[in-house]
Antibody, heavy 120, light 106 residues
Framework: QVHLQQWGAGLLKPSETQSLTCVVNGGSLSGYYWSWIRQAPGKGLEWIGEISYGGSTNYNPSLKSRVTMSVDTSKNHFSLILNSVTAADTAVYYC??????????????WGQGTLVTVSP | DIQMTQSPSTLSASVGDRVTITCRASQSISSWLAWYQQKPGKAPKLLIYKASGLESGVPSRFSGSGSGTEFTLTISSLQPDDFATYYCQQYNTYSWTFGQGTKVEV
């Protein structure tokens, strides 16, 4: 059973850069896409983007200009960088394994979530 | 983006009730729909994929149906552990999008 464990800074000031990492335990990065999803306080879920084992990425257009995802196969982990954060980026951020077929993905394993707060 | 609209937003129910949640897509998504359960402070948990496929380990009281633009999640007999918020998600077209959630409460 794959287990995702994530970590990163929890408190940022506006304009700073957010960095989160998610390690995959009990499984390999190979063969899957790996996603980041966030949830603002009391709100619904927003897909941020995904990255493959080989480094191919797809990003949500609403965040694309500020998002970079990367993968480190030697450490079996993947990362999210979000630039120029504002209060609107305050949310719980989840990493997740994307599974599916025919070009579409849903999420069968999730990290525990990291609360990121952006405040002056 | 494809918009996903769930109804109702909140549902009051009792243990043993049959519960149905509806999810509508702004355009056809075939059967590329998943359902998740989320409890406070926890990550979402996958229940249903491809509209009606039951994820391994999920109780059989959960079922999904629908295709095109209208989908339902049914809990045949609500259990105490089922009080939670439920989300649908389309994976037919980028960007993957979620419904706003349906909270099932006592």
């Amino acid at each position: 059973q794959v287990h995702l464990q994530q970590w990163g800074a929890g408190l940022l000031k506006p304009s700073e850069t957010q960095s989160l990492t998610c390690v995959v335990n009990g499984g390999s990065l190979s063969g899957y896409y790996w996603s980041w999803i966030r949830q603002a306080p009391g709100k619904g879920l927003e897909w941020i983007g995904e990255i493959s084992y080989g480094g191919s990425t797809n990003y949500n257009p609403s965040l694309k200009s500020r998002v970079t995802m990367s993968v480190d196969t030697s450490k079996n982990h993947f990362s999210l960088i979000l630039n120029s954060v504002t209060a609107a980026d305050t949310a719980v951020y989840y990493c997740a394994r994307a599974v599916g077929a025919t070009g579409g993905y849903y999420f069968d394993s999730w990290g525990q979530g990291t609360l990121v707060t952006v405040s002056p | 983006d494809i918009q996903m609209t769930q109804s109702p937003s909140t549902l009051s129910a009792s243990v043993g009730d049959r519960v149905t949640i509806t999810c509508r897509a702004s355009q056809s998504i075939s059967s590329w729909l998943a359902w998740y359960q989320q409890k406070p402070g926890k990550a979402p948990k996958l229940l249903i994929y491809k509209a009606s496929g039951l994820e391994s380990g999920v109780p059989s009281r959960f079922s999904g149906s629908g295709s095109g633009t209208e989908f339902t999640l049914t809990i045949s007999s609500l259990q105490p552990d089922d009080f939670a918020t439920y989300y649908c998600q389309q994976y037919n077209t980028y960007s993957w999008t979620f419904g706003q959630g349906t909270k099932v409460e006592v």
